[in-house]
Antibody
Framework: QVQLQESGPGLVKPSETLSLTCNVSGDSISNYYWTWIRQPPGKGLEWIGYIYSSGATNYNPALKSRITISMDLSKNQFFLKLSSVTAADTAVYYC?????????????WGHGTMVTVSS | EIVLTQFPESQSVTPKEKVTITCRASQSIGSSLHWYQQKPNQSPKLLIKYASQSISGVPSRFSGSGSGTDFTLTINSLEAEDAAAYYCHQSSSLPWTFGQGTKVEIK
């Protein structure tokens, strides 16, 4: 059974960079695409971006200028960096696996990690 | 960007009733539409993929239908444990997007 676990600081100051790690167990991250999704308090879901083991990435244009998603195959982890954060970036951040058969759906999710942007 | 509009935004339902949630896409997305259930303080869970394909372990009372721009999630004989928010998600074209969610409450 695939398991994902997000980790990172729960509090980030405005204008700084949010950095999160997703640790994957039960499957090799080289076999799938992996993605980040966020959910502001009391609101809906927003797709952030994905990465594949080749290093290929795709980002939500609404966030593209501030996002970097990367991975470490040796540690079976992938990462999210979001720069120049504001209060609007306060959200629960989820990592998830992308199953592309027959078309991309998010079949396994982490529990999520709450990140608050505040001074 | 494809916009997904769900309705109703919320509904209060009696156990054993049938629930129907609609998701409408701003342009045709074929069958590239998935449904997720999110219970309070939990992460979303994939219920239905590719409009109507069932997911292993998901109760058979959940079903999906539709193609093109109009899609439906049906919960037959609602149970108390189905109280949750339900989201549709399209992966027909990037950026992938979600509907705003439908909250189902139990009367």
């Amino acid at each position: 059974q695939v398991q994902l676990q997000e980790s990172g600081p729960g509090l980030v100051k405005p204008s700084e960079t949010l950095s999160l790690t997703c640790n994957v167990s039960g499957d090799s991250i080289s076999n799938y695409y992996w993605t980040w999704i966020r959910q502001p308090p009391g609101k809906g879901l927003e797709w952030i971006g994905y990465i594949y083991s080749s290093g290929a990435t795709n980002y939500n244009p609404a966030l593209k200028s501030r996002i970097t998603i990367s991975m470490d195959l040796s540690k079976n982890q992938f990462f999210l960096k979001l720069s120049s954060v504001t209060a609007a970036d306060t959200a629960v951040y989820y990592c998830a696996r992308v199953d592309f058969y027959p078309i991309a759906a998010f079949d396994f999710w982490g529990h999520g990690t709450m990140v608050t942007v505040s001074s | 960007e494809i916009v997904l509009t769900q309705f109703p935004e919320s509904q209060s339902v009696t156990p054993k009733e049938k629930v129907t949630i609609t998701c409408r896409a701003s342009q045709s997305i074929g069958s590239s539409l998935h449904w997720y259930q999110q219970k309070p303080n939990q992460s979303p869970k994939l219920l239905i993929k590719y409009a109507s394909q069932s997911i292993s372990g998901v109760p058979s009372r959940f079903s999906g239908s539709g193609s093109g721009t109009d899609f439906t999630l049906t919960i037959n004989s609602l149970e108390a444990e189905d109280a949750a928010a339900y989201y549709c998600h399209q992966s027909s074209s990037l950026p992938w997007t979600f509907g705003q969610g439908t909250k189902v409450e139990i009367k």
